[in-house]
């Protein structure tokens, strides 16, 4: 599903024109986003946990050359699925 696809079916569960389905999604993406920029971590009960996972720095290896590097530590979006969501897949 793209996101045409999910603003579609949103619009169509929740009786509001495309348009402004479209609009909630965008509000939700940026408040999610802007929250996870903070170091905040946002708890959907049910559906899921979105969190900031730190990775430290580490040596690694250039494939080409076998030189061995430095990758800088660094930060990345990451999402916990919650039990409801995990049980209504199985």
């Known amino acids: 599903m793209n996101k045409t696809?999910?603003?579609?079916?949103m619009a169509e569960k929740t009786e509001?024109?495309?348009?402004?389905?479209?609009?909630?999604l965008k509000a939700f993406t940026d408040v999610v986003a802007?929250?996870?920029q903070k170091g905040e971590k946002i708890?959907?009960?049910g559906f899921g946990t979105f969190e900031v996972a730190e990775r430290p720095a580490r040596e690694?290896?250039?494939?080409?050359?076998?030189?061995v590097m430095t990758i800088a530590?660094?930060?990345s979006p990451k999402f916990k699925?919650?039990?409801?969501?995990?049980?209504?897949?199985?």
């Open 5 to 9: 696809e999910l603003v579609a079916a």
């Open 16 to 24: 509001l024109s495309k348009k402004d389905a479209e609009k909630a």
């Open 34 to 36: 802007e929250e996870l």
């Open 43 to 45: 708890q959907l009960v």
């Open 60 to 67: 690694g290896r250039n494939p080409k050359t076998g030189e």
């Open 73 to 75: 530590a660094s930060k």
């Open 81 to 90: 699925a919650g039990k409801a969501l995990k049980n209504s897949l199985n």
